[in-house]
């Protein structure tokens, strides 16, 4: 085959397999976060660092009103 052809066939295979793959990822899930010095509770997808501890359950939203559902 040409090496031309051969790219050609590699592009299609990987935006066949890749792209679907794509399409379904979730965004992250957000979770209640206290500190452990203050007590203060937080929503946010990430540790906000040192001194923090995640609490029990995952959200769909920013607000952490909504339960993700698994």
Do not use: F, I
Request: overall charge positive; charged content about 25%.
């Amino acid at each position: 085959m040409h090496r031309r052809r051969k790219m050609w066939l590699l592009a299609t295979l990987l935006t066949v397999t890749l792209v679907p793959a794509a399409m379904r990822a979730e965004p992250a899930a957000w979770y209640k976060w206290r500190s452990k010095l203050t007590a203060h509770v937080v929503c946010s997808q990430n540790s906000p660092g040192e001194g923090w501890e995640q609490l029990s359950t995952a959200y769909r939203d920013a607000r952490c009103e909504k339960p993700k559902k698994d």
